[in-house]
């Protein structure tokens, strides 16, 4: 009885371990089942056999600069012989950069269909996982199909995947492989070849300048977020074929809500307000949908990227101040364009470009940037009687100014014939204090120059940050017939050299 009690029961047990083990054994095998069947599916079906984009010209709105430039690559993939005929050598990679969700994919896709190219688009970011060596043999085979298909357009998107800058942590061997496998593609064009290859980043600043060389992504296209009159356009495009309650929605009041959002989310609320009629069952979107979708996506973002009505104005102020200094600096900087558009972590920016590059400056050249540089920070002075964080970047560029003058140039008032740098010489404490006496009485007088002339001139800086606030962005021309009745006030007679100047807010430069 007790044996086959005790043989029943290993019996049992038996079955059940083999059972368990044979679960395991199915378990493994769907794993590795699942494992494989992803490779196919981080390799989109159109990475090899590429598609006709249905993206069109017509669905991409308010980046007219960029589109104005992408135009000569379709036309040069319409007709390639009449560049050639020309000898002209149309660009063959093209980068687009900017924040995300500002119509890059979008711009890429409308040039293969203008262009009638087949688009072969991947994004790099599917070309550095998995297996080594996977990622450069993706690389060949994609650039190798398009050729065999041309014309085509070649789409990288999220480049900064594969071209980060090798900064030695966190860069891998297989990123480089990738990475040198993509030069090697990009180098191996022949001038004939209808294929060209746009790619897409974010961040321009932290690709690997190996890939911005020339013949490789040699032309780089900013792709900012939408101006008002922009903003209002792609509103537009969103809510085509939509049934819109036309007396009551304004597409412009919500473009002059949306300072600062892109196209992405401009598309969001687009789509968020038409759910919202449909909840209510309404057979048309008012402006009640719209003004919760707004909220609702303005919520959603992480970080909060939609000024006050109050902050904008502050801004106007801000950017009009440098613009109108800018003016009354004549000699010193020519203004092209300022705007209260944010863009990256820059709230605004003026944008200077001199009539030529020159090297050397006067010291009244460099007050005289120096003044520009404090303009925002004294039209908030003067107009709102307090100051904002909002000045960082100009701070730094002014301090910067004035070392150099003292510390190096010799262009101080008393120190007008000898170096302060402490790391050529060992300089004395009385030195020391000196010098930094000097910066300071430079940075300040600058500053109450500059405060003095916003004074002199409120009326046309308050013309120019009305103007701001209206249209958001300002050009040269729309500029100068502000401030067309105010003679240039600079202290440099005489110019003898300037180099290129941008005044912007904490962030980065623009192009
Ligand atoms: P990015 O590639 O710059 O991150 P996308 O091109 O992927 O941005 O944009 C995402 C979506 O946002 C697009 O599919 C489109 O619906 C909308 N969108 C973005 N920018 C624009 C624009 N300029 N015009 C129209 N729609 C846009
Ligand atoms: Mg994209
Ligand atoms: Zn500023």
Aim: charged share 25%.
């Amino acid at each position: 009885m007790v044996g086959h009690w005790f043989q029943d029961a290993a019996n049992f047990a038996m079955t059940y371990l083999g059972l368990a083990f044979l679960v395991l054994v199915a378990f493994m095998c769907w794993l590795l089942w699942k494992t494989m069947g992803m490779m196919p599916r981080t390799t989109p079906a159109n990475l090899v056999h590429g598609s006709k984009s249905k993206t069109s010209w017509s669905d991409v709105a308010g980046v007219e600069e960029v589109r104005g430039e992408l135009m000569e690559v379709v036309d040069f993939m319409r007709d390639p012989k009449r560049f050639e005929r020309l000898g002209a050598k149309v660009p063959k990679g093209l980068l687009l950069y900017g924040p995300p969700g500002t119509g890059k994919t979008l711009l890429a896709k409308a040039v293969a269909y203008e262009s009638g190219a087949n688009f072969y688009s991947a994004s790099a970011s599917s070309f550095v996982e998995m297996f080594a060596g996977l990622g450069a043999s993706r690389i060949r085979k994609l650039f190798a199909e398009a050729r065999k298909n041309a014309p085509a357009i070649i789409f990288i998107d999220e480049l900064d995947a594969v071209g980060a800058q090798r900064s030695g942590h966190g860069f891998n061997r297989e990123q480089d492989q990738t990475l040198n496998q993509l030069l090697v593609e990009l180098d191996g064009f022949e001038g004939a070849e209808q294929v060209v290859v746009m790619g897409a980043s974010n961040r321009i600043q932290d690709l690997d300048p190996a890939l911005l060389r020339p013949g490789r992504f040699d032309r780089q296209l900013l792709v900012p977020p939408p101006d008002l009159a922009g903003r209002e356009a792609i509103l537009r495009v969103h809510t085509r074929g939509k049934p819109l309650n036309l007396d009551d929605v304004d597409l412009a009041t919500v473009a002059r809500q949306t300072s600062g959002l892109t196209g992405a989310e401009l598309a969001n609320i687009c789509n968020e307000a038409a759910i919202k009629a449909g909840r209510r069952s309404d057979v048309s979107i008012s402006q009640a949908d719209f003004d919760w979708a707004l909220e609702r996506v303005v919520a959603g973002l992480q970080q909060r990227k939609v000024l006050t009505e109050k902050e904008r104005r502050i801004l106007a102020y801000h950017e009009g101040g440098h613009a109108l200094m800018g003016h009354l600096m004549g000699s010193v900087m020519e203004l092209q364009k300022v705007t209260i558009v944010s863009r990256g972590n820059a709230l605004g920016y003026a944008f200077y470009l001199p009539e030529e590059d020159r090297y050397l400056h006067t010291k009244e050249e460099l007050v005289d940037r120096m003044i520009v540089a404090l303009g925002g920070r004294a039209a908030e002075e003067v107009v709102f009687g307090r100051v904002t964080n909002g000045a960082a970047n100009d701070l730094e560029k002014v301090t910067e100014i004035a070392r150099s003058m003292v510390f190096e140039w010799g262009m101080s008032d008393t120190v007008t014939s000898r170096t302060m740098r402490a790391d050529n010489y060992a300089l004395s404490e009385a030195s020391k204090r000196l010098r930094d006496e000097e910066q300071a009485h430079l940075t300040d007088g600058a500053y109450e120059e500059a405060v003095r002339l916003l004074r002199k001139h409120r009326a046309p800086l308050d013309r120019i940050a009305a103007a701001l606030l209206e249209k958001e962005t300002l050009v040269r021309e729309e500029l100068q017939a502000l401030v067309e009745d105010v003679e240039p006030e600079s202290s440099a007679s005489e110019t003898v050299g300037v180099p290129r100047v941008v005044a912007s807010e904490p962030g980065e430069l623009p192009a």
